[in-house]
């Protein structure tokens, strides 16, 4: 898979297993996340268009694995396990959270990945992003400065990813407060910064702020 991604996009496609991801993440291991990607495979489906996201499912969060996520990984801090699935095959914008991201494959996918450092006065410049592929059963960890958006698909079936991140990621704001920290600019939804490319309505319609400077790429599978 990954040398056929190779063939048919002009960008470089990496794997999450290359030293490059190092300085973006790690590739966990020592846990079982069997359960709850068998949740997914039997009780969620692909959208006909775009993505859904839910930032927590109680029946995930109901199996063994939550606690020992939440008492390792996030050293007792409280999470929440939820998930993506979809159609996307466009870099469109990036996120950031104030604490790891964690992702499990349920399907093969591609992540387009930055570093918080490369934002410049509230603007990321593609061709600075790389991409990387996570194959199907993997489960990797984001670090809190690593920039990312729903990931892309590799087939037209579509992309399944189970999302685990602090609790209250990813909901709404209860207020916005006034602020002259430049950063206070990105700031979307709770423990949610976003840089959104003007083409991504979506994103454009919620209030995200637009600095994703360049083409809107599209990789292809």
Known sequence: MLERLNEVNEVKVYSVFDSVFSTYGRVIKG??????????EKNTGFPEVGNVYFPSITEMEICDIYDEVKNTLYGG?????GYCNGMNTTYNG???????????????????LGHTWEIRDNQFFIG???????????????????????PCRVSDEGFKDIVILPRG??????Y??????????????????VIAHKDREPLVRQGAHIGLIGINKELKY
Do not use: C, R
């Open 169 to 174: 990621t990813n909901t709404p704001l209860d």
């Open 176 to 193: 916005k407060p006034d602020s002259t920290d430049p950063e206070s600019e990105l700031l979307l939804q709770k423990n949610k910064w």
């Open 94 to 112: 990036f996120e950031y959270h104030k604490g790891s991201e964690i992702n499990i494959a349920v399907t093969d996918f591609m992540l387009v």
């Open 31 to 40: 846990y079982d996340f069997t359960e709850i990607i068998n949740y997914m």
């Open 128 to 150: 600075e992003e790389k991409v990387f592929y996570v194959p199907k059963g993997t489960a990797i960890e984001m670090y809190q400065t690593t920039l990312h958006l729903s």
């Open 77 to 81: 801090m409280p999470i929440q396990i």
